[in-house]
């Protein structure tokens, strides 16, 4: 049996519908005239310290690659090295 007709038969209303809306955000605008609150302003310095940290190490095991890795591999050899 279906979850509305035992409802039903048991005289329960019907399932309210589940909320799948956000509710808005409350805090406070950075200046009236700009549509960006101080929640949206955190998330963005938190995305943006996030994903300069990713470069910073993708730009360190680049580096460690082609100094280390890749001449003791015999992939390449240094123009500084004799």
């Known amino acids: 049996m279906g979850e509305a007709r035992r409802r039903a038969a048991q005289g329960l209303p019907p399932r309210e519908p589940k909320s799948t809306r956000k509710s808005p955000d409350t805090s406070p605008r950075i200046v009236p005239w ?4 101080q929640n949206q ?3 963005f310095v ?3 310290t996030r994903g300069a940290w990713i470069g910073i190490g993708a730009m360190v095991l680049f580096w460690i690659t082609v100094r280390f890795i890749g001449p003791a591999a015999g992939w390449w050899s240094l123009a500084d090295m004799p």
Do not use: C, F
């Open 41 to 43: 302003t955190r998330s």
């Open 34 to 37: 700009l549509p960006l609150t």
């Open 46 to 48: 938190a995305v943006t």
